[in-house]
C-alpha cells in the first residue's frame, strides 16, 4: 500500500464496510459474483480513455485523478465538460450497477472525484451524477459543505486503517452481508463470533 495515496474506490467499500474495504485493500482478496459481473460490464463502456463532444458538452471517459494534498487517486468512469459562461464546467458521473442506495458510500466515491477534479482544474465542481443500472437513471449529487466533511472524514478514516494493516472483525448484517461477494471469504457469520483462522481451517481440514 502507498504510504502518500489511497484509491478513490477505498472510500467507497470502506462506508460499506470496513472489514470490505481490508479484504480488498490489505490482503488483496476479490470474489466475481453476478452482480460484480454486471457491474464490470456496466464500465466497459467507460474505461476506455476516450473524448467526444455533442450538443455544447464535452465528454472524457476513463479520466485519471489526482489530489495529492489529500492523497487520493483513482480514474473518474465519465467527466462531462458543460460550456458555458466563456469556460467548460466539468460534472463527473460515475455509473453503478444496481439502484440508489440508503447510505452515502456512492456519493463519497463521486466527491471524492470532485475534490481531485478542483485540484486539477483549478475550479469548483459543485455537482455530479450517479448512474444506476438497475433504474437507467441519473441521481444528481450536489457536493454540499455535509458531504465534503463526510468525504474527508472518509478519507482520514480509510488511510488510518489501511496504514494500520489491520483487518477488523466482521460484524454479520444480513442485507450488507449476504449481497456482499466476498461473503465466502469473510465468513462473517463464523468470523463475528469470535473465531481464529487457525480454528476454521482445522475445522476444513476435519470435514
Avoid at 478513490?8 to 470474489?31: D, T
Avoid at 440508489?100 to 470532485?114: W, Y
Avoid at 452481508?177 to 481440514?205: E, F, M, N, T
Wanted: include cysteine.
Amino acid at each position: 500500500m502507498d504510504d502518500e495515496l489511497i484509491p478513490i474506490s477505498a472510500l467507497q467499500h470502506f462506508l460499506y464496510c470496513p472489514r470490505q474495504c481490508a479484504l480488498i485493500h490489505i490482503e488483496r482478496q476479490w470474489a466475481e459474483s453476478r452482480h460484480t459481473a454486471e457491474g464490470r460490464l456496466l464500465h466497459e463502456r467507460a474505461d476506455s480513455y476516450r473524448r467526444e463532444t455533442r450538443k455544447n458538452v464535452r465528454t472524457v471517459s476513463a479520466m485519471p485523478l489526482l489530489q495529492p494534498e489529500l492523497g487520493i487517486t483513482g480514474v473518474a468512469d465519465v467527466v462531462e465538460f458543460h460550456a458555458g459562461n466563456g469556460r467548460e464546467q466539468a460534472f463527473p458521473v460515475e455509473y453503478k450497477r444496481g439502484r440508489p442506495k440508503r447510505h452515502r458510500a456512492d456519493e463519497v466515491q463521486l466527491c471524492a472525484q470532485a475534490l481531485c477534479l478542483e485540484h486539477m482544474l483549478g475550479q469548483e465542481v459543485p455537482a455530479g451524477a450517479l448512474f444506476y443500472g438497475q433504474t437507467r437513471r441519473r441521481k444528481d449529487v450536489c457536493f454540499d459543505p455535509a458531504l465534503r466533511k463526510l468525504t474527508e472524514a472518509t478519507i482520514g478514516e480509510t488511510r488510518a486503517m489501511l496504514a494500520s494493516a489491520h483487518t477488523p472483525i466482521a460484524d454479520y448484517d444480513a442485507r450488507r452481508c449476504d449481497a456482499c461477494s466476498l461473503i465466502d471469504l469473510c465468513q462473517p457469520k463464523w468470523a463475528s463470533r469470535g473465531h481464529h483462522v487457525a480454528q476454521w481451517l482445522q475445522d476444513q481440514l476435519e470435514d
